[in-house]
């Protein structure tokens, strides 16, 4: 099963418990407003008839939001939101926002039980145009935001013990 931009967005607010005015100002910050109706629009489930694709650049804008958010704002212009963003890309944002060092993202798989080694790591994060460059697949993404999960926001129905 592959991810979508509405399963990223969807797993990030859950993670982030981010109310919908809060997701709003998200994507202000990234430079672009955002309805209450849309955001609910692209949050419904896949099989919902109202549901409606959150595009590349919508996400884009929204990861930039989320960095800005997290990490205060930059001076100079705001982030442009890219036109189309691949798993490498959502993973970097992601990094940046949650000011993730390579240890805690190893940490981060080893709360799902994923094993990454540091070179692996680092090959997601390369330039593409290097040889040791490797593309991010879904299950390995799905992966990472499952560990976020686990991390920022721990089931409380599981405790130590378990």
Not at 40 to 47: F, I
Not at 77 to 91: D, V, Y
Not at 113 to 119: A, R, T, Y
Request: a positive charge; aromatic letters at 8%; one cysteine or more.
């Amino acid at each position: 099963m592959s991810m979508n931009n509405n399963d990223i967005l969807r797993r990030i607010r859950y993670t982030f418990d981010l109310s919908d005015s809060k997701m709003m100002e998200i994507f202000a910050m990234g430079g672009q407003e955002a309805s209450r109706a849309e955001i609910s629009d692209w949050l419904k489930k896949d099989d919902h008839e109202d549901q409606k694709s959150l595009y590349d650049k919508q996400l884009a804008v929204f990861l930039n939001g989320f960095i800005t958010l997290k990490r205060g704002k930059k001076e100079g212009p705001p982030l442009k939101p890219e036109k189309s963003l691949n798993n490498n890309m959502i993973l970097r944002k992601l990094k940046i926002a949650l000011n993730l060092k390579d240890e805690d993202i190893l940490e981060i798989f080893d709360l799902v039980g994923l094993i990454v080694s540091k070179h692996e790591l680092s090959a997601l994060f390369r330039n593409p145009n290097q040889s040791q460059y490797r593309m991010c697949k879904d299950q390995f993404l799905r992966n990472f935001l499952y560990g976020l999960q686990e991390k920022y926001r721990p089931n409380p129905e599981k405790t130590e013990d378990s």
